[in-house]
């Protein structure tokens, strides 16, 4: 599968992901920690992939998003931005609705 399409696919399929540096869990980067920070905090289940661990999406995304930095949160395939973006958007309150209401959206019945 070609790069870019690996990337369109799992934009596709994830409704809210971030492209980071690391995991969640264990971020390799101070952006990528602060996002993930952030994206815990909101309370919802979101995708990540860890662009160390695939550098061809690493190598594709920033054109493809046309966007040069990492991390990189999308929701519902838009580029919501990156980390000074997530950041200001969550301190103006602006990011826990979205994040709640896309979520809300595609929580299956269980």
Known sequence: ???VDKIKQQIAENP???Y???????PSCGFSS????VMI???EQFAFVDILQHPDIRAELPK???WPTFPQLWI????IG?????MEMFQKGELQPMIKEVAAKYKTAE
């Open 1 to 3: 599968m070609e790069t």
């Open 41 to 43: 905090n909101c309370g």
């Open 82 to 86: 990156g980390c000074d973006i997530v």
């Open 20 to 26: 980071m540096k690391g995991s969640p869990k264990l």
């Open 64 to 66: 493809f998003a046309n």
């Open 34 to 37: 602060q996002v993930a920070q």
């Open 16 to 18: 809210i992901i971030v």
């Open 76 to 79: 519902e395939g838009e580029l």
